[in-house]
């Protein structure tokens, strides 16, 4: 998965051994903020600040990541 925040982009690798607190914390470490809500069984994904320099975008990279994409919610 590929996170871009404010122009730099963040490559993620995610296998089917990733837990769901991995991804979380892949994140926050690629600059978004993260969180699971296990009700819901969703992710929740924002940015601390608005504005168009705070704009964030996630992408797959491969097949895999629109797999992950897709049952994240997202």
């Known amino acids: 998965m590929n996170v ?3 122009g730099k982009t ?3 690798n ?3 051994s990733t837990t769901v607190d991995q991804v979380v914390s892949s994140l926050k470490s690629a600059g978004v903020e993260a969180s699971w809500d296990n009700t819901n ?3 929740f994904v924002n940015v ?3 504005g168009a320099a705070n704009d964030f975008k996630l992408t797959a990279a491969n097949p895999n990541g629109q797999t992950l994409l897709s049952n994240m919610k997202l």
């Open 48 to 50: 601390k600040n608005s």
């Open 14 to 16: 995610f296998n089917g």
């Open 10 to 12: 963040t490559t993620l």
């Open 4 to 6: 871009e925040v404010g």
């Open 41 to 43: 069984k969703r992710l």
